[in-house]
């Protein structure tokens, strides 16, 4: 019974130490379950922060592409309408692909140009052409007035060239 004493007295020793293990531990717990919520606090505030930023970054650097991209569809229009002498605009910041839209928009410019100066060249030579052609249709009407005077007359014509040598009769 010594033994049975000995192990209930054990028993009770061993309960007492896991009431003094649970009571120390959970206070670490506690302390650390505190901890864990003050430091997921921080963090949400420092991410919600973050995100703010990069929001308010976000929003200003698409207005001023937008504002870009308005310049650039107003030159177009402008291009479009026939105005190719439309200023194409500078870009206002350094971002490369708003550069690139500017370079193949002034390339275009040049190309409506070159365009355009040829075809005041073609219609110059349209125009002189049809002007010789007016030119000898009037030609060609006196002459056949001529050969019709020359045809129907009573009387003798004789025409040379001017070596006195005869041409027609």
Do not use: C, W
Not at 116 to 144: G, M, S
């Amino acid at each position: 019974n010594e033994a049975t004493e000995h192990y209930n007295q054990l028993q009770i020793d061993l309960f007492k130490l896991l009431d003094v293990i649970r009571q120390h531990t959970a206070g670490e717990f506690a302390e650390l379950r505190e901890f864990n919520q003050t430091a997921i606090a921080e963090l949400a505030i420092i991410a919600l922060i973050f995100l703010a930023a990069m929001l308010a970054s976000a929003i200003f650097f698409s207005r001023s592409l937008i504002d870009d991209f308005n310049l650039v569809i107003g030159a177009i229009t402008n291009l479009g309408s026939g105005n190719s002498h439309a200023a194409i605009p500078g870009s206002r910041n350094s971002y490369e692909e708003m550069n690139s839209v500017l370079q193949a928009l002034a390339v275009f410019k040049q190309s409506l140009l070159k365009n355009e100066e040829q075809t005041n060249t073609i219609l110059q030579i349209n125009q002189d052409l049809e002007n010789e052609v007016q030119q000898r249709k009037k030609n060609e009407e006196k002459l056949t007035m001529a050969a019709s005077v020359f045809e129907n007359s009573l009387e003798g014509i004789v025409i040379t060239d001017t070596q006195a040598r005869i041409l027609d009769v």
